[in-house]
């Protein structure tokens, strides 16, 4: 079944979110491209490459939890105007850096480190808009729309990113990232005020700590973080794709980032299934260990086309099992604990990818890059099949129940509140 957009269709404000995030999101993904690949041609260093990720981990590691706070207590609309402002003087930081003679590798760092913390600061608050602006049964399909949304720039933008650096240099991809922003900055003042629930907790250490407490109550929320974890630290090559190209062609780069979208939107365009599955727990674990599996086969590769096959693979159960991800915490997570979950899901879904840079690139270092990223393939096979184990409610999880518990929760705060 292809892919309902039926959340277009019913809800104003998610449309200003998607279109306004669909054209800024094309120029970050350039960015997302270029920064790692001017740093690579300034240093020809993997090992730096990959602590790129860690230069990004730190601050919205930090910043998450606080993000996940406010959403809570205060008018999410707020949080999404300052955050976009913030995101547009740090590309503008890039464009400036690119356009001296001697572009400084530590302002690459502190960029990407700012970027990293105001989406950690950002990310709940959007997260946690969605349930507000759309009904229940509308999760599934807009996680959909929004993974064509993230697809649509993750597809052509590092294609586009990729040809521009090395044809024109890094200062042409800022520039136009910076002027994307437009779009977001747009819909983000367009949308109605999101007030935060009645009797919402105070910003504070305790509030996180109850959303902590929370999440680690339920299994089937723990299982969504760290089967992604598992995947995204061990699996993902994507800081090792700079020294790839140089096999290939410099102008490949691009193709590398771009096929696991192309997978990922496939997975997406055809996720119209997807609304009858109520197995989330295990689609998400089956989805996982293809993705590793996936990953192995793109590690022996020595044909170009083959590689992009097999990342295109991984791109599209990775969205399998995003979507699923996605449904479980939109469908059943109470909204006075929304952002707070939003922040936790934000530092799951991110310390994969961030620490799996530097995982990949000191592996490649002191072996090869063919070894780091098959190695990566194995731990994350291995891995998801631990978890499983160690977690049964996860994988025996049903939607329906969870979205029975959201009810009680919300039924049950009220009394308490009243009381």
Do not use: C
């Not at 957009?5 to 998607?18: A, E, G, N, Q, Y």
């Not at 999404?80 to 001296?100: K, P």
């Not at 600061?121 to 997260?127: A, G, K, M, N, Y």
């Not at 800081?239 to 410099?250: D, E, Q, R, T, Y």
């Amino acid at each position: 079944m292809l892919i309902d957009f039926t959340p277009l269709k019913i809800s104003r404000d998610f449309r200003l979110l998607f279109f306004g995030q669909l054209i800024s999101f094309f120029g970050t993904m350039m960015t997302f491209v270029v920064v790692p690949v001017q740093l690579y041609q300034l240093t020809n260093s993997n090992l730096l490459v990959g602590l790129l990720g860690v230069a990004e981990f730190v601050p919205m590691f930090g910043l998450a939890f606080l993000g996940g706070a406010l959403a809570d207590a205060i008018d999410r609309r707020k949080i999404l105007r300052v955050t976009e402002i913030g995101q547009t003087v740090t590309t503008a930081i890039l464009l400036g850096n690119a356009l001296l003679p001697n572009p400084q590798i530590w302002v690459l760092f502190v960029a990407v480190g700012l970027h990293a913390g105001l989406a950690g600061l950002q990310r709940p608050s959007f997260e946690a808009l969605i349930p507000r602006i759309l009904p229940p049964e509308q999760m599934t399909a807009a996680a959909a729309l929004n993974s064509i949304r993230f697809n649509f720039g993750a597809i052509i933008s590092p294609i586009l990113g990729g040809l521009i650096v090395a044809q024109f240099g890094a200062k042409l991809a800022y520039a136009i990232d910076f002027v994307s922003f437009a779009a977001s900055l747009a819909a983000v003042w367009l949308i109605q005020a999101v007030p935060p629930a009645e009797n919402a907790d105070a910003v504070s250490f305790e509030s996180i700590k109850k959303g902590f407490r929370y999440a680690l109550s339920r299994q089937e929320l723990l299982g969504t973080y760290l089967i992604d974890i598992n995947a995204m630290l061990f699996g993902m090559p994507k800081a090792l794709f700079p020294a790839l190209a140089v096999a290939f062609g410099a102008g490949s780069v691009g193709f590398f980032y771009s096929s696991i979208a192309i997978g990922a939107l496939l997975a997406t365009l055809t996720s119209g299934w997807a609304k009858w599955v109520n197995r989330h727990g295990l689609a998400i674990t089956l989805a996982a260990g293809m993705w590793g599996i996936s990953i192995i086969f793109f590690g022996f590769s020595t044909n170009l086309y083959l590689a992009l096959f097999f990342l295109a693979m991984a791109g599209f159960f990775d969205m399998i099992s995003g979507i699923f991800r996605m449904t479980v915490w939109n469908q059943t997570i109470p909204d006075h604990l929304r952002g707070r979950l939003a922040g936790i899901e934000m530092i799951s879904f991110l310390t994969g990818p961030m620490l799996g840079d530097a995982e990949a690139g000191i592996v490649a270092h002191f072996f090869n890059v063919k070894t780091s990223i098959i190695a990566g393939g194995i731990l994350t096979v291995t891995g998801t099949v631990l978890l499983a184990v160690f977690l049964p409610k996860f994988i025996s999880y049903d939607g329906r129940d969870g979205i029975k518990r959201k009810k009680e929760a919300e039924e049950l705060r009220i009394v308490e509140k009243k009381v």
